[in-house]
Antibody, heavy 119, light 112 residues
């Protein structure tokens, strides 16, 4: 059973960089697209971006200039960096797996981690 | 504002059938792009409920079904049960700009 677990600071100051890591357990990070998705309090879901196990990545056009997503296959982890954060970046951040077997649906999610942007 | 449009809320009595709509346009929901549905309980991560327009992952009851027509999709829940009370989100792929995954704003289902 593949499990995902997010980790990282729960509080980030405005203008600084939000950094999160997702650890994949119970399976290999090789193959699949690994994603970051966030959900602002009381709001809907927003796809942030993905990284493939080869290291190729893509991100939401609305966030592209601030987002870096990377993968460490030796540790079965992938990471998100979002720079120049503001209060609007306060959200629950999820990591999730995109599976071709589910035709592009996100079939496995981490439990989520709340990140608050505040001084 | 979400790219895909869902009603903020729907409700139904136990045993009834409810539907939740998801409206997009020709840059997302359409003949080429699948729609997926998620169920989310408070404090939990979303769970994939329907994938590829109308397929249920293992373990999802057949009370849940979905369909797609043109640039809209809908999720149907029949034989409504109290434990179905949750938020439901649709998801597809959008081809504007460099392409990205998009979600609906979510629909809160209340079981009366």
């Amino acid at each position: 059973q593949v499990l995902l677990q997010e980790s990282g600071p729960g509080l980030v100051k405005p203008s600084e960089t939000l950094s999160l890591t997702c650890t994949v357990s119970g399976g290999s990070i090789s193959s699949y697209y690994w994603n970051w998705i966030r959900q602002s309090p009381g709001m809907g879901l927003e796809w942030i971006g993905y990284v493939y196990y080869t290291g190729s990545s893509n991100s939401n056009p609305s966030l592209k200039s601030r987002v870096t997503i990377s993968v460490d296959t030796s540790r079965n982890q992938f990471s998100l960096k979002l720079n120049s954060v503001t209060a609007a970046d306060t959200a629950v951040y999820y990591c999730a797996r995109l599976n071709s077997a589910t035709l592009g649906g996100f079939d496995i999610w981490g439990q989520g981690t709340m990140v608050t942007v505040s001084s | 504002q979400s790219v895909l449009t869902q009603p903020p809320s729907v409700s139904g009595a136990p045993g009834q059938r409810v539907t939740i709509s998801c409206t997009g346009d020709n840059s997302n929901i359409g003949p080429r792009y699948y729609v997926h549905w998620y169920q989310q309980f408070p404090g939990n991560a979303p769970k994939l409920l329907i994938y590829g327009d109308n397929n249920r992952p293992s373990g999802v009851p057949d009370r849940f079904s979905a369909s797609k027509s043109g640039t809209s999709a809908s999720l149907a829940i029949s034989g409504l049960q109290p434990e179905d009370e949750a938020h439901y989100f649709c998801q597809s792929y959008d081809t504007t700009l460099s392409g990205f995954w998009v979600f609906g704003g979510g629909t809160k289902l209340t079981v009366l």
